[in-house]
């Protein structure tokens, strides 16, 4: 049982880590579109796209 | 193709099925497509020609059928968008000729949509990069100004069939983004902080009695102790807040007895922790705090999405004015941004324009609807010498005016007015609630109090633990987050019918309805009247006469104008023009006097009567051109009906509501829509007032009428229902006064937000029930010490679940798919390999 006295603080200070990720996360956009990443992957499809029109 | 492609009968780009007659075809890869109209036939070659005939592959519900636009017109309103001082409170200026634009789109209805718009934008030579945010419909463009210029972006959007406008992603929008990544980090801080806190309160639990010892559960108690401090502190810190500026205002709201709740439990347990006696609660106090910020957190977004969809509706930027160029010299106009005007311009204000600036009238005389200013629901007659207010609405003809005072902010200040009255009048029943809250509360503190002092008497060392249950466990949230929670939900789900709510009492009267009127034209029809035939009677050529009919309605934003205004006529100039309403107009085109309109109103000219053989068609009407010698030509016009007219009038049926039809147009017309519809109800050759009596008749009899229209002359009726809901392309005073705008055009939605409202008020009634009950049973059983904290915490938390869940149950509300094929399934990537 003594190991809980190692693991608990662990815990603890992964928990800060991961709250720390998760900050991170909103603050640099992940949360601003929730929807859109879901369809633009089955939508990314492999034709080439026209080359750029000239002007 | 492949074998998902839309029917014979159905038009291949918008879905709607073909007209009879109609050819309109698109060859892709060798395979003919039909469409129903030369815009969705433009739209669909458009997206072929591109090489983005993939989204056909990938969409998943149909687009809105485009409509046929005049493209240099339409060129020269977003070349507005080019001027530095219009792009200046909305373009970010990069290094160099880099420019980034925020944008808002509109007719995105899948991910298919925005797969096109950004493919096809990415082609534009010069465009760097663009990115659509899937949920807002917002997107972010950034383009090389020395290669291209916005307004070149904004038609390649129009090209395929969607719009676009820049917004000001200064104001709201970055607050609001601010709000939201508060609440993310909060909402994240409480839902990471209960996981873990319930991980060390689980055991605690669950252990056989001394198989724990102390210095373990003292360790368990200071790790949750340490995950419960930012949960307080920083998660919950709103609702301490809340409650402080309640109690500064002398107003019992939600906030007290959460905080009270919070703190209570939290100031409990740390208590515990320090001695080591007694119980601690801070799975509880962290599993409290994430529900009501969950909740709070859905309800902020949805609310969100819907003033989205009425700051796209208002399209604020640039509000432009029609300016004469020389006046009086020449009669050209020009459009220019409001912000641009001085002082003197002389401008020319249409029939259901906004007048943009303070001014004086010089000729013409109308009538100007100043509601949205003054709240005055009765036009006020305007002749030459009268003053016009800034945001008023010109309702039934031209009129020129002299500016008189600028400010962008005249125009502004009227449509800010409605977008506010929208947001800040809440429904009668959630104020209801809101009051209740409060007495609520009251009568909770007092009771809290009274537990407190007789434990206290009783049992000294249990009174603490008491009344602190007694706090937790009837937080009032099931009630307060009843009613709000069933709002939203249902305000969402008819965001996304295409139903925006403008007013707040809207949906608790949409419930009630019993009886709905229907205008005719624009609202049951497309409300578009289309040339249909050009029967010449006197010696002028068709394209003569074609041309002069198109100058003459040239000033007029009538349906019929848009009709017989044709964009490749010669431009002819037009000379004395006099509105005549409901009747036609006058004007002269090189010295000979001319008279457009009802046949009656062109025959007072001349005093010939129609050959007889022109006698109206049903379903189409007539429009005379005839100069002082006689009959020039008639033009025969028809408009069509919506295409699911017919089942929304079913499916109100079903619900059991009775359907009118009210129609200022000819009886034999009126007549044959009702027949073709199966409304038995129906009066034409009506005028507003007689709509409006109409109307007060039906609600004499106790009926609750729901208005549906489009039009200037609508407005009345529309501010005198119980509940008026106006078409998207209508008018702006139809708008103004209209408690719902339906955006899409599709009838049917009438009958879905009707059964949406019903279903609202039904889970209101539920919620509140649940409410009454909960709080019944757990007062009393925590008055008596049967419930302890954490108990009392579950109890209240799984309420106030419940109570948004059954909330959420709105969301789903089945509705029928209008005119649509089933959703298909994806194509796989591999099937899309034609060469182009």
Known sequence: MEILFVLIPVSVVIVLIIGGLFLWAVKSGQFEDMEGPAHRILMDDDTPTQPKRVQ | MKSHDTNSEQCFHCGLPLPTGAYYPVSINDMRHETCCHGCQAVAQMIVDSGNEGYYHHRTEFPATATVQDPEQILRQLQLFDLPEIQRSFVKTGAGDVREAALILEGIVCAACIWLNERHVMQLPGVLAIEINYSTRRARVQWDNSQTQLSEILQAIRDMGYSAHPFDPFQ?????????????????????????????????????????????????????????????????????????????????????????????????????????????????????????????????????????????????????????????????????????????????????????????????????????????????????????????????????????????????????????????????IALLADRVASWFVLALLVIAAAVALTWITVDATRAFWITVSVLVVTCPCALGLATPAALTAATGRLTRLGLLITRGHALETLAKVTHVIFDKTGTLTHGRPELLETIVLGSCSMDRCRAMASALEAMSEHPIACALHDVEAPMLQVQNIIHQTGAGLEGAIEGQRLRLGSPEFVAELHGQSLPSQFALRDGQSMVALGDEQGWLCIFILGDQLRADAHQAIERLKLLGIEVSLLSGDGAPIVRHVAERLGITCFTAQLLPQGKLDRLRQLQQQGEIVAMVGDGVNDAPVLAAAQVSIAMGQGAEVAQASADMVMMTGQLVRLADAISVARQTARIIRQNLLWAVIYNLVAIPAAAFGLVTPWMAGLGMSFSSLLVVLNALRLRQVKYERVNMLSPRPLAPATLVTEGH
Request: net charge neutral.
């Open chain 2, 172 to 428: 709201q929008e970055q607050i609001f983004m601010r709000e939201r990544a508060l609440s993310q980090r909060r909402l994240a801080i409480a839902g990471l902080g209960m996981m873990q806190v319930m991980m060390y309160a689980i055991p605690v639990y669950v252990a056989d009695p001394g198989s724990m010892t102390w210095d373990i559960e003292a360790l368990m108690r200071w790790a949750s102790l340490m995950l419960t401090l930012p949960v307080v502190f920083y998660s919950a810190w709103p609702f301490f807040r809340g409650a402080w500026r309640d109690l500064l205002r002398r107003h019992l709201g939600m906030d007290v007895p959460v905080a009270l709740g919070i703190g209570a439990s939290f100031i409990a347990s740390l208590w515990a922790t320090f001695t080591h006696a007694g119980e601690v609660y801070f799975d509880s106090v962290t599993m409290f705090v994430f529900f009501l910020l969950a909740g709070r957190y859905l309800e902020m977004s949805v609310r969100r999405k819907s003033a989205a969809a009425v700051e796209a509706m208002v399209k604020l930027i640039p509000a432009v004015a029609t300016r004469f160029c020389d006046y009086p010299a020449q009669h050209t106009t020009e459009v220019v941004p409001v912000s641009q005007l001085a002082v003197g311009d002389v401008l020319l204000i249409k029939p259901g324009e906004v007048i943009p600036a303070d001014g004086l009238v010089l000729t013409g005389s109308s009538e100007a609807d100043e509601s949205l200013l003054t709240g005055e629901s009765i036009a006020l007659a305007k002749v030459a010498g009268d003053h016009l207010v800034g945001g008023a609405i010109n309702v039934s003809s031209p009129l020129q005016m002299r500016v008189e005072k600028v400010g962008a902010d005249t125009l502004h200040a009227g449509i800010v007015r409605l977008l506010d009255r929208a947001q800040a009048e809440k429904p009668k």
